[in-house]
């Protein structure tokens, strides 16, 4: 074990996009960083896989879209251009053995399970707006709203099996988990913090709006290399021990002192580092009542993109996956054919119990029941999830259980002392997007040097 006799203003925890922008904006205020990152790379949850060809596919996140001011914001400051997702011509729904093809977003149902998903999508983004962003635990009726499961609610306002059932699909994409994993207060939370629920489900004008040219994790490598020399790579952080004078936080083989430490990990993964002395009994608690989502990506890689020739959009759902939602993710030329398939919630956990071979020949027939015959035959196959990363632990985000935001909410950002907290998961506007990530650094790096 060694010392670094240096001390430093700030430490950062962690180079996903939050911590990442913490430390650039603490740069550039002046002051003496250093950030600390377990993995070998930079980006965390957003990890572009590069293939010898040129090509690219991303394995976390990937999409951006309107009102992500900050993330337009920093790849227009790194030259990262965007580029519309393809989404041109019908959607396809596989349904009780059946593939159909539709416009728009919303399926082709029996008409009174159509007007039950339309009603509670109405209903959902209206109550949202009765949610205190900034502090959840101050909506009112909080506590009640908190102990209802999201899928307490959806069983008790949508009386068609199969409205049930879409409704399923559209939270697994956009939670990463099961309606009877969080509470309504936290679906009402997270609909208005990215806008509405038509914004999170939405190609055009919505969350999957845009992708990045040359992957999403080119922004993090050019930002990180403005401060190369202030990262310390595969170093993940033991123990942040705090005293009157300086907080001194240890990886495996080195002792480093700073004024203040910025956290930027998801609070899962804050529950593995030792705290001397220990957390507030709120903070404790927190780090425990927020589990990662669950999903699986699955990409199949061909040619071209074939399922265009016959008018469709690549963008298709069914109840009955494992694969629920799919994505044309080919690149902005089109010289690949590129599908992307979801596996999510609880049948990402069964998914994972399959064998390499087993989950290949299961998406690939998903994609064969959607797009035909020569789906199942792609240049390449490849699928992943964070599930299986001791520094994630699951994704997109933390799914908080019932009864979080009023017990332990108000802890998320309080700084402890000289701890402070960020991470998509403390910001109230896009929590859970990458760019929460970006505004949980900025204020906290406005917090550290205000
Ligand atoms: C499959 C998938 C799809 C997604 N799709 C989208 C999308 O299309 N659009 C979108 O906006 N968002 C998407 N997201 C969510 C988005 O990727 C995250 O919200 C965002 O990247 C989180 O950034 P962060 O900096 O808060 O956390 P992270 O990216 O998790 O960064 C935390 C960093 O801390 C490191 N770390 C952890 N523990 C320690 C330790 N003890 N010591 C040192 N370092 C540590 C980790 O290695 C990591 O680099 C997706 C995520 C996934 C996984």
Known sequence: MTDDKKPYDVLVVGAGYAGLTAAYELIKAGRTVLLLEARDRVGGRVHTQRFDDGSYVDLGGAWVGPTQDRLYALARAFGVDTFPTYDTGKSTQYFRGRVKRYKGLIPPLPLFSLLSLDAAIRRINKLSKTVDLAEPWNTPNARQLDTLTLADWMNGQMSYETARQFFTIAVGAIWAADPADFSLLHALFYTRSGRDLDTLMNVKNGAQADRFVGGAQTIADRMAATFADRIVFNAPVRTITQTDAQVEVTTDTTTYTAS???????????????????????????????????????????????????????????????????????????????????????????????????????????????????????????????????????????????????????????????????????????????????????RVAREVTG
């Open 260 to 442: 203040r430490v910025v956290v930027a990990i998801p609070p899962a993964l804050q529950a593995d580092i030792r705290f001397e002395p220990a957390l507030p009994p709120q903070r404790q608690q927190l780090m425990t009542q927020l589990p990662m989502g669950a999903v699986w990506k699955c990409y199949a890689i061909y040619d071209r993109p074939f399922w265009r020739d016959q008018g469709l959009n690549g963008l298709a759902a069914t109840p009955d996956g494992p694969i629920t939602v799919t994505f044309d993710n080919s690149p902005r030329d089109g010289s690949q054919g590129i599908l992307m398939g979801f596996v999510l919630g609880s049948k990402a956990r069964d998914f994972s119990r399959l064998s390499d071979n087993e989950r290949r020949a299961s998406a690939l027939q998903s994609f064969a029941t959607f797009f035909g015959p020569e789906a199942a035959r792609p240049r390449r196959y490849l699928d992943h999830s964070f599930l299986n990363e001791a520094w994630s632990k699951g994704c997109y985000a933390a799914v908080p259980q019932p009864g979080f935001w009023t017990s332990a909410g108000p802890a998320l950002r309080q700084p402890v002392g000289r701890i402070h907290w960020a991470g998509t998961e403390t910001s109230d506007v896009w929590n859970g997007y990458i760019e929460g990530a970006v505004r949980s650094g900025e």
